[in-house]
Nanobody, 119 residues
Framework: QVQLVESGGGVVQAGGSLRLSCVAS????????VAWYRQAPGKQRESVAR???????VYADSVKGRFSISRDNAKNTVYLQMNSLKPEDTAVYYC?????????????WGQGTQVTVSS
């Protein structure tokens, strides 16, 4: 059983920073892709940033230059460093990963962590 657990959300003033973490646990053989999504109230879930094994790191235009995604393969952990936060960054942030186990490759989601940016 694979599980993703996010942490690091909270309330921050505009211009501040937060670092989100997502730890994957379970019978993991490899993690092929890691990504962060977010969903604001009344809006669709949107991609924020992703890293594909052997491929480029991709950011949404709205976060380029402010957010940075990184991964620690030894710890099965992916991070999202968020700087210069804006009120429009307020959303629930979700970790999303393509994980390979001994039997299958599947997409997994975390439970989400709330980020609130006050003006």
């Amino acid at each position: 059983q694979v599980q993703l657990v996010e942490s690091g959300g909270g309330v921050v003033q505009a211009g501040g920073s937060l670092r989100l973490s997502c730890v994957a646990s379970g019978n993991i053989f490899a993690i092929a892709r890691v990504a962060w999504y977010r969903q604001a109230p009344g809006k669709q879930r949107e991609s924020v940033a992703r890293i594909t094994s052997g491929g480029p790191t991709v950011y949404a235009d709205s976060v380029k230059g402010r957010f940075s995604i990184s991964r620690d393969n030894a710890k099965n952990t992916v991070y999202l460093q968020m700087n210069s936060l804006k009120p429009e960054d307020t959303a629930v942030y979700y970790c999303n990963e393509d994980i390979v186990t001994m039997t299958a490759r599947k997409e997994y989601w975390g439970q989400g962590t709330q980020v609130t940016v006050s003006s």
